[in-house]
């Protein structure tokens, strides 16, 4: 079980304050996570492809392609400031 002096310590890395009956939960609770963690270490990998995640979907995303888009004029029409061939708009920041 781990012991008070490391959930203060814990606590104190994480900059919080904690309650002596704060700390007799924590140090429950940090147990039992650290327990579970140990079970985990014992489980058999060998023959088990590591994955990013549980359901093995892959991200399918489409190429980008270049096209020209027909309707360019009147987009720009909306912008009628013009600097160096880039409409001009006001400062968002």
Same mark, same amino acid.
């Given at each position: 079980?781990?012991?008070?002096?490391? #959930?203060? @310590? $814990?606590?104190?890395?994480?900059?919080?304050?904690?309650? =002596?009956?704060?700390?007799?939960?924590?140090? &429950?609770?940090?147990?039992?996570?650290?327990?579970?963690?140990?079970?985990?270490?014992?489980?058999?990998?060998?023959?088990?492809?590591? #994955?990013? @995640? $549980?359901?093995?979907?892959?991200?399918?995303?489409?190429? =980008?392609?270049?096209?020209?888009?027909?309707? &360019?004029?009147?987009?720009?029409?909306?912008?009628?400031?013009?600097?160096?061939?880039?409409d001009k708009v006001k400062s968002a920041l």
């Amino acid at each position: 079980m781990i012991s008070k002096d490391e #959930v203060k @310590h $814990i606590a104190a890395l994480a900059r919080i304050g904690l309650s =002596d009956e704060e700390i007799e939960k924590y140090q &429950k609770d940090l147990s039992t996570v650290l327990d579970w963690v140990e079970q985990l270490k014992e489980v058999d990998v060998e023959n088990v492809e590591p #994955v990013s @995640h $549980i359901i093995g979907m892959e991200n399918v995303v489409r190429d =980008d392609k270049k096209t020209d888009y027909k309707h &360019k004029g009147k987009i720009t029409e909306m912008f009628p400031e013009k600097k160096d061939n880039y409409d001009k708009v006001k400062s968002a920041l």
